[in-house]
């Protein structure tokens, strides 16, 4: 089987990119999605204690979390302390079960992919890119945006340049997803075939 690792900068489109592969029957695990599952679920608890007053009825209030963690890098160590062991079980449990369903290709879709040692769990890196006036512009659109969030987000990721290079694929988003369903399909032909860490 092998294994896509999924990642571009915010904004760059990575969530639509994820969603050609789910098209073209590709199963994709989605770490952000798992974190939104993880925090009304098994990490609420550990993060009420951690981080006290994040948790409401179970739930951990993300915007406020976000808030707290963003501009504090002792207090985002001390999250993903938490939250990171379970996402890759759940990674784990997601691989289990395409291997024994006989897939050939998937995709995990890690935000930080490349920030992490997540790299070293995939057999080739798609990273998803704009030009930065288009990602910036996204990203403003975006209910509760600011510049300064947004800089302060950058600054917190691997550039893009240095993302780019670490690739062994790149999807342009910024031409629509027509372009990028025709991009997907290049990688896939691609590594069609090609043996996996789970063969």
């Avoid at 009825?57 to 963003?70: E, I, K, P, S, W």
């Avoid at 403003?140 to 780019?164: H, N, T, Y």
């Amino acid at each position: 089987m092998f294994i896509l690792g999924l990642t571009g900068s915010i904004g760059m489109g990575k969530s639509v990119t994820a969603a050609v592969f789910a098209r073209c029957g590709i199963p994709v695990h989605d770490a952000d999605a798992a974190v939104h599952r993880l925090y009304g679920g098994e990490a609420a608890a550990a993060i009420a204690e951690a981080f006290p007053g994040m948790v409401t009825d179970g739930v951990v209030d993300r915007a406020a979390l976000g808030a707290r963690v963003l501009a504090d890098p002792a207090a985002m160590a001390k999250l993903e302390l938490i939250v990171h062991p379970l996402v890759q079980q759940s990674q784990r449990a997601f691989l289990a079960a395409a291997q024994a369903r006989g897939e050939r290709i998937v995709v995990l879709d890690i935000p930080l992919l490349l920030e992490t040692d997540a790299s070293n769990r995939v057999d080739a890196v798609v990273v998803v890119s704009a030009p930065p006036a288009v990602q910036r512009e996204r990203v403003l659109a975006r209910p509760g945006m600011s510049d300064a969030k947004l800089d302060a987000i950058l600054l917190k990721q691997m550039p893009d340049v240095e993302k780019r290079r670490r690739a062994h694929f790149v999807v342009d988003s910024s031409r629509g997803v027509d372009s990028v369903e025709r991009q997907v399909c290049g990688i896939l032909r691609a590594v069609a075939g090609l043996p996996g860490r789970r063969n």
